[in-house]
């Protein structure tokens, strides 16, 4: 049923298509598939019990910022999360309160990934889910970055105390 449903998710969004890209296992579930789709945006399906979880990971990370520009990541990451934390629209937080979603967003040295995560059962249920992430990205509040720049600052405040410091956002 996920592999139904992200086909029929991503074959709207495809001019020509998508094509399977490798086939592969992870411990415990053979016959995983990565898909590519025409925008060159890559599509992992994963089988197995329990809740869903739905990635978007972008290259870019800690390791490509300059020097002057330290921490725009990050900031990057809690512009975008933001709306997935607090919805506005009212379906949106009916659809999330109800389901129980998870989302979040975290900042590697390499990667800035922002997930869902839920009980998504059946393809119209996913298919939501999927287009609340996409909206979610797709509608960052550029203008929150002041407060936003506060809360990761607090949050730096609060890790350099036991690893060293991070540097600031001005």
Partial sequence: ATTQAVKAY???????????KEVFSIPFYPNQKLYELSNGMRVITIKRPGNTAIYTTVGVGKLNEPDDKRGMAHLMEHLVGHEGLVPKDEEDKKLVNDA?????????????????????NNA??????????????KNTDFARSDDEKKIINEEKKKKSK?????????
């Fill in 124 to 137: 119209e249920t996913l298919d939501k889910f999927l287009k609340l992430q996409a909206k979610i990205i």
């Fill in 10 to 20: 991503a074959t709207p969004q495809m001019n020509t298509g998508y094509k399977i």
């Fill in 162 to 170: 036991a690893s060293g410091d991070w540097g600031y956002l001005n």
């Fill in 100 to 120: 129980g979603a998870i989302f979040n967003a975290e900042t590697s040295d390499i990667t800035t990934k922002y997930y869902t995560k839920a009980p998504m």
